[in-house]
């Protein structure tokens, strides 16, 4: 599968900007988006089950970001309001076949890069103090 993001920009603190992530395929997917600043690892950002029925997201943005997905049109969205400059990084969409979150599974999602087998190519958010 490949996935495609974008959305990402330079913003000022405060405002908002919505990621999007384009998949090929019919598969069914989990879907995350992680974050990397320079010098930092990975990080799990947001996490949207298959169904959309199960979300999960870092305490750093809960409140702030919301991740949804349609999958008639094979998109995952991450709305970011309420942006800070510690929310600058690269952001990546990943996939997997993790069934997490749907009926009769685990209600904790993959929440580390190696958990993941598909991966975009990231976008850059930038928000400027």
């Known amino acids: 599968v490949q996935l495609q993001a974008s959305g990402g920009g330079l913003v000022q603190a405060g405002d908002s900007l919505r990621l999007s992530c384009a998949t090929s395929?019919?598969?069914?997917?989990?879907m995350s988006w992680f974050r990397q600043s320079p010098g930092k690892e990975r990080e799990f950002v947001a996490a949207i089950s298959w169904s959309g029925g199960s979300i999960d997201y870092t305490d750093s943005v809960k409140g702030r970001f919301t991740i949804s997905r349609n999958n008639a049109k094979n998109t995952v969205y991450l709305q970011m309001n309420s942006l800070k400059p510690e929310d600058t990084a690269i952001y990546y969409c990943?996939?997997?076949?993790?069934?997490?979150?749907?009926?009769?599974?685990?209600?904790?999602?993959?929440?580390?890069?190696?958990?993941?087998?598909?991966w975009g190519q990231g976008t850059l958010v930038t928000v400027s103090s």
């Open positions: 990943s996939a997997t076949h993790n069934t997490w979150g749907e009926a009769g599974t685990t209600t904790t999602p993959p929440a580390f890069p190696y958990e993941y087998e598909y």
């Open positions: 395929g019919r598969s069914r997917y989990a």
